[in-house]
C-alpha cells in the first residue's frame, strides 16, 4: 500500500468510502449486507488500507452505524475516520450540535480523525457562512477539545462556490474534498479546482474517482488504445494512475461494493505509477471522445445571455445538462438547479431562440432547455 503523508500521519493514499457498501436488497439502500461488509473492511485493514469516510446520510443513515459498528472491534488507534456535517440538507443548519453528539455515538467513537462540512455548494454555502448558525464556530471548538483531529470540507459546487467559502473559511481547512477523475478533470473544471486548493496550501482529497464507476469499464476500441501503451494495466487503474499523477493528491476515496473492487484497487494501490506525457495525452483524449454525441459544446462564450428575454445563465444551465446527461441522472444538477429562482431554471425558457440566433457552435439551445426541463422532471 502506499501511504502519503499529512501532517504527523501516514494515511493510505486508497481510503474506502462506504457510500456504495454491499446490500442485502438492491432496492433498498439501508439493508447494508454487515456480514460482506466486515469482511471487505477485515480485509482492507490486512492490507494496509487505514482510512475509512462516512456521512450522516449514506445508506440512508445506517452507514455510520455499520462502519462504526464493524471497526469499533479494531484498536481506534489503528484506523483514521471520517464523517462529515450535513449541510446538504439546508434544514439541518441549527442543529449542529445535535447531529455531531449522535454521530459520534452512531460511530461508538470519542472523536472523529477528519470531519467535513459536506457538500459545499450553491444553495448552502451562504447559510454555511451565516454565523448565526455557529456552525464553524462549534466544530472549531469540538477541534480544541480533541474531538475533531482535523476539520475540511467537501464540494460539488461550482468554483465560484468553492472559492466564496475558501476566502472566508480557508484559514481553518485542512484538507478540501473534491469530484475529480479524469472526465471531470476540464468537464467539471476540477482542474481549476486544484490549482484553488493549491493557492490555500491545502491536501487534495478525492471522491468519485472512477465517476460512479462509469470509467471502470470503457468502449473497446478506447480500452484498445490504453492497452497498446500499458497491457498490463486494469481501466480502473488507469483512472487511478491519473490522481497519482497530479501533485498534492493525498487521500483517493473509492467507494468500494464488492470483495473484488476492493482487491483489485488495493492491488493497484501497491505501486505508484504516475503517467507519462503520451499517456496523460491519450488518457484527456479518451475523456474527449466519452463526452462526444450526448454532450453539447458549448464554450461560455456568454453571446446567449446578452440575447435571452429571460436572463437565463445559458452555459451555467447547459454546463448542467451535460453533466446530467453524460451521468445519466444523479443528484449533481438538480441539487444546483434547485438553488436557482424558478424563473432561472431551464423551465423558463420561452422557446424564443434569440440565443441560437447568436451562438457561434449553432447549438439547439431551446431543445436542450425542453429536455432538460423533461429530464429534470
Not at 157 to 178: N, P, W
Not at 226 to 254: C, D, H, Y
Not at 282 to 310: Q, R, V, W
Amino acid at each position: 500500500m502506499i501511504y502519503k503523508e499529512f501532517k504527523d500521519l501516514k494515511l493510505s493514499n486508497l481510503g474506502l468510502g462506504t457510500m456504495r457498501l454491499p446490500l442485502k436488497d438492491s432496492s433498498d439502500d439501508s439493508s447494508i449486507d454487515e456480514e460482506k461488509t466486515e469482511e471487505m473492511v477485515k480485509y482492507a485493514i490486512d492490507n494496509g488500507i487505514n482510512y475509512f469516510d462516512t456521512a450522516w446520510g449514506y445508506h440512508n443513515g445506517n452507514s455510520e452505524k455499520v462502519i462504526g459498528k464493524i471497526l469499533n472491534k479494531y484498536p481506534r488507534d489503528s484506523y483514521y475516520l471520517a464523517s462529515k456535517f450535513p449541510g446538504y440538507d439546508v434544514s439541518n443548519m441549527n442543529k449542529v450540535e445535535e447531529i455531531f453528539e449522535e454521530q459520534l455515538k452512531k460511530c461508538k467513537v470519542e472523536y472523529f480523525d477528519f470531519y467535513l462540512f459536506h457538500n459545499v455548494y450553491e444553495k448552502n454555502v451562504d447559510l454555511y457562512l451565516d454565523e448565526k448558525y455557529g456552525i464553524l464556530d462549534y466544530l472549531l471548538k469540538q477541534k480544541e477539545n480533541g474531538r475533531i483531529k482535523h476539520l475540511g470540507f467537501s464540494v460539488h459546487g461550482s468554483y465560484d462556490v468553492m472559492k466564496k467559502f475558501l476566502e472566508a473559511y480557508g484559514k481553518y481547512m485542512e484538507f478540501g474534498q473534491i469530484q475529480l477523475n479524469y472526465i471531470d478533470y476540464d468537464f467539471q473544471k476540477a482542474k481549476a479546482k486544484i490549482e484553488l486548493l493549491n493557492e490555500y496550501n491545502i491536501p487534495i482529497w478525492v471522491m468519485e474517482p472512477l465517476r460512479g464507476g462509469k470509467l471502470a469499464k470503457l468502449p473497446e476500441n478506447l480500452e484498445n488504445k490504453l492497452k497498446e501503451l500499458r497491457p498490463e494495466e486494469t481501466i480502473p487503474g488507469w483512472a487511478f494512475r491519473f490522481l497519482q499523477s497530479i501533485p498534492n493528491v493525498t487521500m483517493i476515496l473509492s467507494g468500494m461494493s464488492s470483495m473484488e473492487q476492493l482487491k483489485q484497487n488495493i492491488k493497484t494501490f501497491e505501486d505508484d505509477k504516475a503517467l507519462n506525457n503520451e499517456e496523460m495525452k491519450t488518457l484527456l483524449d479518451i475523456s474527449k471522445e466519452l463526452l462526444k454525441g450526448n454532450t453539447l459544446p458549448c464554450t461560455a462564450c456568454h453571446y446567449c445571455t446578452a440575447h435571452c428575454p429571460k436572463g437565463l445563465n445559458i452555459p451555467e444551465i447547459l454546463s448542467l445538462y451535460n453533466e446530467h446527461v453524460f451521468t445519466g441522472g444523479g443528484f449533481i444538477a438538480p441539487m444546483v438547479i434547485n438553488a436557482l429562482p424558478e424563473d432561472k431554471r431551464p423551465s423558463a425558457c420561452i422557446g424564443c431562440k434569440s440565443c441560437e440566433a447568436v451562438c457561434p457552435q449553432q447549438l439547439k439551445i431551446a431543445e436542450a432547455m425542453k429536455k432538460f426541463t423533461g429530464l429534470l422532471g
